[in-house]
């Protein structure tokens, strides 16, 4: 016990984060729910998971589609202008990426636009991020710039110099001010949204939570009285085959995820345009998906908070459910497979366009990122977490668009035979 605690204070991002925990824990007098372990381990302004260091990559703990090959990027570009021009082609259009990492996707999409100077020159960027190292990091990658405001005393505004256009940061959807037709992209961003999980008992369900155990190690409990997360999970129940739940011993509800859908279909049902989903999950309920990953591998959920990337699968019959019940206005299509949705996009004929002026290594790199992106295989793993595990982001990996009805069926989901 000594050493433990002699270890963690040695190793002061990890202490920080398990001093917390368990300091909340002990003020509380009880338990807290997984929700509120994550959100801490993940986002606590000070010693959150994302919020001082860049986690991304081969040197990081994972790496995601956007660092695998410029080409996702660019097909997510494809179908941002595909909208745009359903849109009417508005001058004026925000384009809002829901937690951008790197910001890799934006800048991929704006280079691979670049030939479209009027769907460029209509975009208003805005990056809705919470951590200030990754506000930085996407700053640099945008290739932004402060410039004075023509005509004011001296207002700056930022622009990226892929295409002029302005770009904001805001740590929430709703900050990013409304009135204009909107797009939204959420890559990776649903999974690291909180869960509720709950155990069936003998009781009835039970949610699942977090203490500290008499060794000060954290360790799960069941609570036996009822709490407010139970609420979410009467919704779910709602939306579910009742045979489908029969069958289950767990299950994990997402109230934040539906809060997002709320607003993002709101957003989308008032001011027209469409939002985009990517992440790994299943269009059902989930049971029991709530995944640690460190240096690419799986590790306890309760080792060393803060040292590891925590993320559950997403219910995309979940987010259906919330975005039809907040707006009329909007429709929502798929969820499709990524491998489906690049595919029906036309990625083919790009990865055959830049393999035209290419070196054989390039050429190498280009025909693996490529089937890193469609193949079949395990989320989120760049490398399988045994030699056997395939690799591949496109079969585990879906992708759901909800758009205001007034445009019609967003591509490629109108060509889909899902
Ligand atoms: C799994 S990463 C995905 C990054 C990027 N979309 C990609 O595919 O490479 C999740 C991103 O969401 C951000 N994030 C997580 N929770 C957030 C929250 N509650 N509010 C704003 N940003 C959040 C993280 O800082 C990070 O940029």
Known sequence: ?????????????????????????????GPISIAEYMEEVLTNPKDGYYMNRDVFGSG???ITSPEVSQMFGEMIGVWAMCLWEQMGQPDNVNIVELGPGRGT???????????????????????????????KLQYKTLKCEDEDVSGSSGDK???????????????????????????????????????????????????KMVDVADDSSFRFVLLPQPTPAILSL???????AKEDIAKLEQIEVCPKGMELTHTIAKR???????????????????????????????????????????SAYVDFASIRHSAEEASENIAVYGPISQSQ???????????????????????????????????????????????????GMGTRYLAMAIVNKKQGAPAPFNESQD
């Open 1 to 29: 016990m000594k050493n433990l605690h002699y270890h963690l204070l040695n190793s002061p991002l990890i202490a920080q984060d398990y001093l917390i925990l368990q300091g909340i824990i002990k003020f509380r007098g």
């Open 60 to 62: 990081g703990d994972f």
């Open 341 to 391: 949705f690049l595919g029906l996009l036309g990625i083919n004929f790009r990865v055959e366009a830049l393999m035209q002026n290419c070196t054989d290594e390039q050429a190498d790199l280009l025909m693996s990122g490529y089937w890193r992106l469609v193949g079949e295989g395990e989320a989120p793993f760049w490398e399988g977490p045994d030699d056997q595990t395939p690799i």
């Open 234 to 240: 009467m919704k779910r129940y709602k939306w579910a």
């Open 157 to 207: 505004r930022t622009v990226s110099m892929f295409s002029g256009a302005p770009v904001s940061w805001h740590t929430t959807l709703e900050q990013v001010p409304s009135g204009l037709p909107t797009i939204i992209i959420a890559h990776e961003f649903f999974d690291a949204l909180p869960i509720h999980q709950f155990q069936k008992a003998s009781r009835g369900w039970s949610e």
């Open 268 to 310: 989308i049902g008032s001011d027209g345009g469409g939002a985009l989903i990517i992440d790994y999950g299943l269009n059902k309920v989930v049971s029991d998906s709530l995944q640690a990953i460190r240096k690419h591998k799986f590790v306890d959920i309760l080792d060393n908070p803060g040292s590891a990337d925590l």
């Open 105 to 135: 996707l934006m800048a991929d999409l704006l280079r691979g636009a670049s030939k479209f100077e009027k769907f460029t020159k209509s975009l208003h960027i805005h990056m809705v991020e919470c951590s200030p190292t990754l506000q």
